[in-house]
């Protein structure tokens, strides 16, 4: 059995909630039953589930099984890792994504720092506006190592870069390592967004993983204030 099953799983089931295939507070089916359903066994079914009681979309009850949670209270993305695309298809407002630059760089003393890169590497970078509801109001700035994604497209990043990398290339893309602050408005912040007087930024850099723990991409994604909100999901061990 493939070692990453229960992360296929496990987004699958995330889907089906999100989708509202079951709402709050409904039961999800049996570990027998979705064992059955997914043609696996009750162990790797049992990893799946437990990573969505971590992240909070549901609650495991001795006896009872698991309860789904009212997830529409901790969809903000990030905390989690998902795709601008994924994060666009639950919004009601029209969304469009700008590339306004692709290239291929050879990494400067920072970026070998963030990437764990080497002077032989090559990096592909992607500057991309994210438009909500008419306003521009997130740029992201993400760094692919171009050993392990060797070609990239702008339709691929105005579309998905990540579905691109999953269903194309086939990464096993496994976890990220992230880091908010508020940094000072630059002037490429004044050039792509539309901030509204605003003088600060939230900046979340995204330290993303394959499923052996190789780091292969690095994002700064600057959201402009009064737009941003973050919500978590905590869970007392």
């Given at each position: 059995m493939h070692e990453n099953k229960y992360l296929t799983i496990y987004h699958d089931l995330i889907s089906r909630i999100r989708r509202g295939e079951w709402k709050a507070y409904d039961k999800l089916p049996s570990e027998h039953e979705l064992a059955a359903r997914y043609e696996t066994s009750r162990e790797t079914i049992r990893k799946a589930l437990?990573?969505?009681?971590?992240?909070?979309?549901?609650?495991?009850?001795?006896?009872k099984g698991s309860i789904v949670l009212d997830v529409g209270k901790y969809d903000f993305?990030?905390?989690?890792?998902?795709?601008?695309?994924?994060?666009?298809?639950?919004m009601k407002q029209p969304v469009r994504t700008t590339v306004h630059e692709l290239a291929v760089i050879k990494p400067d003393n920072e970026l070998k720092q963030q990437l764990r890169a080497s002077s032989k590497d090559e990096v592909w970078k992607v500057v991309r506006v994210r438009e909500i509801g008419g306003e521009r109001i997130i740029l992201d700035k993400d760094?692919?190592?171009?050993?392990?994604?060797?070609?990239?497209?702008?339709?691929?990043?105005?579309?998905?870069?990540?579905?691109?990398?999953e269903t194309k290339l086939h990464l096993p893309i496994s976890f990220a390592k992230k880091e908010m602050s508020i940094d000072g408005?630059?002037?490429?912040?004044?050039?792509?967004?539309?901030?509204?007087?605003?003088?600060r930024v939230v900046v979340v850099k995204n330290?993303?993983?394959?499923?052996?723990?190789?780091?292969?991409?690095?994002?700064?994604?600057?959201?402009?204030?009064?737009?941003?909100?973050?919500?978590?999901?905590?869970?007392?061990?």
């Open positions: 437990n990573l969505l009681s971590e992240h909070g979309y549901i609650q495991k009850m001795k006896g993305p990030v905390s989690g890792l998902v795709s601008f695309k994924e994060l666009a298809q639950t760094f692919f190592l171009k050993k392990h994604v060797p070609l990239l497209t702008k339709e691929i990043c105005e579309d998905s870069i990540y579905e691109y990398l408005v630059t002037d490429e912040d004044r050039r792509y967004l539309d901030l509204n007087g605003d003088d330290y993303v993983y394959l499923s052996d723990a190789t780091l292969f991409q690095y994002t700064e994604s600057r959201h402009r204030l009064d737009k941003f909100r973050f919500i978590d999901f905590a869970r007392r061990k």
